[in-house]
């Protein structure tokens, strides 16, 4: 069984690296459709906007899904709705063809989170979890990495159509290797009737201090995440004179810093945990540590070096990415079961309407001329609010299977 537990750990990181290359292909392809289509910057921002916000209102409703088919049925489902969508991109012709599959592509990469977090949380025990997540979180990273270095030579070699398609395509080929890895598994997340965490089985999440616990941890750590996913280019074009040719390798180097944190978080936090210590301790130690490393990110406006400043926000991303890791083991340590799916989708959702937000504030805040440094000040703060908050709506962390756990409700 441990030899399956793995191979379906693999499945579910590489699901996560195709719901990473799936979503940025178009940004790699952005000059050759532009080209093709005639768009304008314009209309490449509001089909970026349309992605997010369709994937944000997805995760209203994707959690319930995802509880509801279990592990075995969510993963498959998931990966094969955005693949479909991915493909369908190679047909559109128009702007408005290309918004709907934008839309669809949001909407059903939402189903990637709460699965993953889900899957993670029924195959491995308190202890091994945080690795796991570690490990899966560090996928998107790779996703980063790997697109633009795939991506344009199969484009170059069949079109940029032909990309989407064949990219699809290998979404639905994992399909089929995960049921043949499901064989004989009757249904893996199947909640339990009993009594959970000191709470009934079932309820309204939003009645939890938990759920908000995690959704004001989400919202106040992500917000950053969104806020360098889509200015780190601009701030090292602007404050470093840095040009397109130049941008490849900063970028890869704090991508992989990202991927490193994660990894290096879920580790650490495993073996604390095996050891002996308490999932209060070890989780909220851990985001304390991620909370200070973030705090120098500002100093990255005044070194002259623009590789010191490839390090400080390399860091700020690792640190995020160690935060993000113990924030998701929390929802699979303290929420029931049979929430998993929703709890992950309800934060999630925080996250990305708080992104939304930052990315409209650093707009206005750069185009009013007031340059980077009260974003940057907002990234090395939020993470100590974010600690806070969870202090305040979950002052003691106990594993759901404790029979003396708060119920917090």
Not at 7 to 31: E, H, S, T
Not at 77 to 102: D, K, N, T, Y
Not at 221 to 231: A, E, G, H, I, R
Request: contains cysteine; hydrophobic residues 55%; charged residues 10%.
């Amino acid at each position: 069984m441990r030899g399956r537990r793995n191979l379906l750990l693999a499945l579910v990181i590489a699901g996560g690296i195709l719901n990473y290359v799936d979503r940025q292909i178009i940004a790699v392809l952005k000059p050759a459709i532009e080209q093709d289509l005639h768009w304008t910057d314009s209309d490449y921002g509001r089909l970026a906007s349309l992605f997010q916000f369709s994937a944000a209102m997805a995760f209203l409703f994707v959690g319930r899904i995802v509880d509801r088919l279990g592990v075995k049925w969510a993963n498959p489902i998931g990966v094969a709705a955005w693949s479909l969508a991915a493909m369908a991109h190679g047909a559109a012709r128009s702007f408005l063809q290309f918004a709907v599959v934008r839309m669809a592509l949001g909407a059903t990469e939402s189903m990637g989170t709460p699965s993953g977090i889900k899957t993670i949380a029924t195959l491995f025990s308190a202890e091994e979890r945080a690795a796991a997540i570690g490990i899966t979180n560090a996928a998107g990273n790779v996703g980063a990495i790997v697109t633009p270095l795939f991506v344009p030579l199969i484009a170059i070699a069949y079109g940029w159509r032909a990309a989407f398609v064949i990219m699809g395509a290998v979404g639905l080929v994992w399909v089929g290797v995960w049921f043949l890895a499901m064989r004989g598994v009757e249904d893996a997340a199947a909640p339990s009737p009993a009594i959970e965490g000191g709470a009934p089985v079932g309820g309204s999440i939003l009645r939890d201090r938990r759920t908000w616990a995690i959704a004001g941890a989400k919202a106040l750590s992500d917000q950053v995440w969104w806020l360098l996913l889509f200015w780190t280019p601009d701030f090292f074009h602007t404050v470093f004179g840095l040009g397109l040719a130049k941008l490849g390798p900063p970028l890869a180097v704090i991508y992989g810093c990202a991927a490193l944190g994660s990894v290096v978080a879920g580790f650490v936090s495993t073996r604390l945990v095996a050891a002996g210590f308490s999932i209060n301790t070890v989780r909220k130690s851990a985001m304390l540590v991620c909370a200070l490393l973030v705090t120098p990110a500002p100093l990255a406006l005044y070194v002259h070096n623009y590789w010191i400043a490839v390090g400080l926000i390399g860091l700020l991303l690792a640190a995020h990415q160690g935060f993000s890791v113990n924030v998701f083991a929390l929802v699979a340590d303290i929420v029931p079961a049979d929430r998993v799916g929703r709890v992950t989708s309800f934060g999630a959702l925080c996250g990305n309407l708080a992104g939304m937000t930052i990315l409209f504030v650093a707009g206005e805040t750069l185009a009013r001329g007031y340059g980077y440094a009260p974003l940057l000040a907002v990234a090395a703060s939020s993470y100590l609010l974010a600690l806070g908050w969870l202090q305040v709506f979950a002052p003691r962390l106990r594993l759901v299977a404790d029979p003396e756990a708060p119920a917090w409700r």
